[in-house]
């Protein structure tokens, strides 16, 4: 099918990019500028699809602890190093507001790390003050697993959200000027960091549990305790996340005919997003590499313009979908730069407390 398309920046909050090279390619960062890979994320999709800024998720999967995932964390930064020297005209490593700006002035995508999984500092916050220094600007507090320390969304809960050194790495992240992703965490979890946290936080890739109660999507509330408290909301495309429907096949084994899931079911979503949260406290984090289909329409990185079109037609102005596609994150981003303690930070000879 064929859709119209609506040219808007995007700088989206999370693509897994980083562990399908580790999966299908052993890590290497040749061929990214063909169109003969599989992925749903190559130069060229970047490029078609507005992409001006990344947050590139470093992920390792739950069944990898302790220090192995510390390596596979780090052997996924060095990916996000290598990719961005080996394309200098196509990426550029941003680490504040600031840089990512210059970046995209230049015609480069602003390439900034996420850490998604707080099982991957190991129990440590030297570790993830590391992680900052070698240029991750967010750390995901779980992933699928509840963690020693957080509850997340998709499994027991054990912790009635944070034990005390969960909240002491909340508390590590606003000093160090770390960014709190509530994508992936239960409730509980979203409001005790919610409460201990002084920086506007962000949820990366998550959708909204007013259309489809699905344990990965926040309800209307936590949605707007994130927006008042100056942060953004990134809606996710994960088919399963948009539609009772698509969540019941998927929990069924994915047996008879696949109900269909398109554009319009994920700007539902932004737009009750933005109902909720206000202008200022949506943005889009597609998880593009992280799941294996997306929505008619948004089949790869190239689909955004067909999302701005479809929200442009339900009469969203130019000014909105700018907000919506790059500005209302680097605010947030902005928002903790001056302490943060990376490679390009202010902060980046403090000495450290801990």
């Not at 507090?141 to 912790?159: N, Q, V, Y």
């Not at 990366?204 to 953004?232: E, K, Q, Y």
């Not at 909105?320 to 490679?343: H, I």
């Amino acid at each position: 099918m064929q859709y119209e398309r609506f040219e808007i920046p995007v700088f989206d909050g999370h693509n897994d990019l980083p562990w399908t090279a580790r999966a299908e390619r052993g890590y290497s960062v040749e061929g990214l500028d063909g169109t003969e890979l599989t992925h749903h994320t190559d130069i060229p999709k970047l490029r078609e699809g507005g992409v001006a800024g990344q947050f590139w998720s470093v992920w390792v999967d739950s069944a990898i602890e302790g220090a192995a995932a510390v390596r596979a964390t780090l052997e996924q930064i060095d990916f996000v190093h290598r990719m961005a020297a080996r394309y200098p005209e196509t990426f550029e490593l941003a680490t504040t507001a600031a840089t990512a700006r210059r970046a995209m002035a230049a015609g480069r995508i602003a390439s900034m790390i996420g850490v998604e999984g707080g099982g991957q500092i190991d129990g440590s916050l030297a570790v993830l003050r590391e992680y900052a220094r070698l240029g991750a600007r967010y750390l995901t507090l779980t992933w699928t697993s509840t963690s020693d320390w957080a509850d997340s969304a998709t499994d027991e809960a054990r912790h009635g959200g944070l034990t005390e050194f969960g909240r002491e790495v909340v508390t590590e992240m606003n000093r160090i000027g770390m960014l709190v992703d509530l994508a992936h965490v239960s409730v509980a979890t979203a409001d005790a960091a919610l409460d201990t946290s002084t920086r506007p936080t962000l949820v990366s890739h998550s959708s909204a549990a007013a259309l489809n109660p699905h344990p990965r999507n926040m309800p209307d509330r936590v949605i707007r305790r994130v927006a008042d408290g100056g942060g953004v909301y990134m809606v996710t495309f994960v088919p399963s996340f948009l539609t009772a429907d698509r969540r019941a096949w998927v929990d069924a084994g994915e047996t008879g005919p696949k109900p269909p899931v398109t554009v319009a079911d994920a700007a539902d979503h932004v737009e009750h997003v933005r109902n909720v949260a206000g202008i200022e406290g949506v943005g889009l984090g597609g998880d593009y590499d992280g799941t294996d289909d997306m929505p008619d329409g948004l089949d790869d990185v190239s689909g955004y313009p067909v999302l701005f079109a479809e929200l442009a037609r339900r009469g969203w102005t130019e000014d909105e979908l700018r907000k919506l596609g790059t500005e209302n994150v680097l605010r947030v981003v902005a928002a903790s730069d001056d302490d943060y303690l990376g490679f390009t930070g202010a902060g980046a000879s403090r000495p450290v407390e801990k």
